[in-house]
């Protein structure tokens, strides 16, 4: 199934998992789909490994984790960000290294306060190879840090290869 790309989320500076200037980060790319549902696209390396040829388990919650967190961003205009409040996964398969590995994320429920999403690690054969979940409270970014975050370290970067649709297993 192809679903079109309606928005890309902004990579910040030092991020772990969306830093562009982060050495040892994913340097991930987050993309908007028509249906509300967020993909991140990243390719882990070999110093993301645990057992050699695969994802740390660790780096895999980081990126269940932030693609989660990311769904409220642009969610019905509200600039809101969604802080961790509870997180757990499943792991199915190993993530290899070396390839593009898709997260696909979505809200499931919503209330004035906080929401609640689900997301996955889809493995190039489409398979998927962990599973997450979370509740998240939605904050304004003045509530969660001190920084110039938005003026400093968080820009959209195009890249040649943005896509313009998704295709999704």
């Not at 991930?28 to 645990?50: C, T």
């Not at 370290?153 to 295709?167: C, F, G, S």
Request: proline share 4%.
């Amino acid at each position: 199934m192809k679903l079109k790309v309606t928005g890309k989320q902004p990579n910040s500076k030092d991020c772990f998992v969306c830093g562009l200037e982060n050495d040892f980060g994913l340097k991930s790319y987050f993309y908007e789909l028509e249906n509300g549902e967020l993909i991140a696209r990243f390719f882990p390396a070999d110093q993301h490994q645990s057992y050699p040829g695969r994802l740390h388990g660790g780096i895999s919650a980081a990126i269940l984790d932030e693609t989660l967190g990311r769904l409220i961003i642009n969610h019905k205009g509200s600039g809101l960000w969604g802080v961790t409040l509870e997180f757990s996964m499943k792991f199915r398969k190993p993530v290899p290294l070396g390839q593009e590995v898709l997260v696909r994320a979505r809200v499931t429920s919503e209330n004035k306060r906080t929401f609640e999403g689900t997301a996955e690690i889809v493995l190039a054969d489409g398979a998927v190879a962990v599973e997450g979940r979370g509740r998240y409270l939605k904050m304004s970014l003045s509530n969660i840090t001190e920084d110039d975050f938005q003026g400093e370290q968080w820009h959209i970067v195009a890249q040649e290869d943005d896509p313009i649709e998704i295709e999704l297993p």
